[in-house]
């Protein structure tokens, strides 16, 4: 069992900067796939991922912008976002993978707006 708590999240204008933060308890957290995940009106996209291994990939919208990342001693995955769009403006969810098993957070809300 993983619990999984997302942070970070606020107002920011175009260009601007946010790193959200999911921080995990009940398991062994450096054995999972971790990702962050977006939903807005009309649209749920897959934004990154990063694996055991430290592996990451990103979906073509948030490449060059986005860094994910993990610090497996605080049992916590990133995601700094940079140079931030309207179109970012989601709401985003914190997930462990491993096999079959699934996890999700609350989510934390990213408004990008002037």
């Known amino acids: 069992q993983v619990q999984l708590v997302e942070s970070g999240g606020g107002l920011v204008q175009p260009g601007g900067s946010l790193r959200l933060s999911c921080a995990a308890s009940?398991?062994?957290?450096?054995?999972?796939?971790m990702g962050w995940y977006r939903q807005a009106p009309g649209k749920r996209e897959l934004v990154a991922t990063v694996?055991?291994?430290?592996?990451?990939n990103y979906a073509d919208s948030v490449k060059g912008r986005f860094t994910i990342s993990r610090d497996n001693a605080k049992s916590t995955v990133y995601l700094q976002m940079n140079s931030l769009k309207p179109e970012d403006t989601a709401i985003y969810y914190c997930?462990?993978?491993?096999?079959?098993?699934?996890?999700w957070g609350q989510g934390t809300q990213v408004t990008v707006s002037s």
């Open positions: 009940g398991s062994i957290f450096s054995r999972y796939t």
């Open positions: 997930s462990a993978a491993l096999g079959a098993s699934r996890f």
């Open positions: 694996t055991s291994g430290g592996s990451a």
